[in-house]
T-cell receptor
Framework: AQSVTQLGSHVSVSEGALVLLRCNYSSSVPPYLFWYVQYPNQGLQLLLKYTTGATLVKGINGFEAEFKKSETSFHLTKPSAHMSDAAEYFCAVSEWNNYQLIWGAGTKLIIKP | SQTIHQWPATLVQPVGSPLSLECTVEGTSNPNLYWYRQAAGRGLQLLFYSVGIGQISSEVPQNLSASRPQDRQFILSSKKLLLSDSGFYLC????????????FGPGTRLTVL
């Protein structure tokens, strides 16, 4: 069965530093990949998604992620963290003809002033 | 444009009481609908999804149930709440398969005392 692993339940970075949130999936079939962000007491919002084509995907708020098939990874990055980036981030995968997303456990991003 | 509503926003209920949470989507037709739960410190748990009126798939055996009486209405219910039902309940919709973006509602915070 498909699974998603997000390394680190909490990640702390200084304001202005690089943000790297890791996501690995288990499928041998190239999946569809998503990153969502959740601010406290709110619903989730799509940051970016990969379906086909270019493996470097740009999303909202300056985030991007790269699909690496050989590493079964879809890590999320942002060159310079802002205080407003403090939130919880979820990675999710799906396969064609499937009605469900498989979710990672989430990573809380903490931004230090 | 499409919007998704959930109510109530917060709810405090005693153990053993019934529950009804409502989700409605505007601006689209025949969406796929989802109910998720987030327990404290845990990730997203898919509870139910529906691909059409009266069609409900349950992912986790529990004392909750779901119904879809109208195309754009999804209701989560319980006859008798347990303490373990406390959490943040999120409704989401997609225009088609799960490879499409899931759009989330603002959520309902349920506390069972």
């Amino acid at each position: 069965a498909q699974s998603v692993t997000q390394l680190g339940s909490h990640v702390s970075v200084s304001e202005g530093a690089l943000v790297l949130l890791r996501c690995n999936y288990s499928s041998s079939v190239p999946p569809y990949l998503f990153w969502y962000v959740q601010y406290p007491n709110q619903g989730l919002q799509l940051l970016l998604k990969y379906t086909t084509g270019a493996t470097l995907v740009k999303g909202i708020n300056g985030f991007e992620a790269e699909f690496k098939k050989s590493e079964t990874s879809f890590h999320l990055t942002k060159p310079s963290a802002h205080m407003s980036d403090a939130a919880e981030y979820f990675c999710a995968v799906s396969e064609w003809n499937n009605y469900q997303l498989i979710w990672g456990a989430g990573t809380k991003l903490i931004i230090k002033p | 444009s499409q919007t998704i509503h959930q109510w109530p926003a917060t709810l405090v209920q005693p153990v053993g009481s019934p529950l009804s949470l409502e989700c409605t989507v505007e601006g689209t037709s025949n969406p796929n609908l989802y109910w998720y739960r987030q327990a404290a410190g845990r990730g997203l748990q898919l509870l139910f999804y529906s691909v059409g009126i009266g069609q409900i798939s349950s992912e986790v055996p529990q004392n909750l149930s779901a119904s879809r009486p109208q195309d754009r209405q999804f209701i989560l219910s319980s006859k008798k709440l347990l303490l373990s039902d406390s959490g943040f309940y999120l409704c989401a919709w997609t225009p088609g398969q799960a490879t499409d973006t899931q759009y989330f509602g603002p959520g309902t915070r349920l506390t069972v005392l």
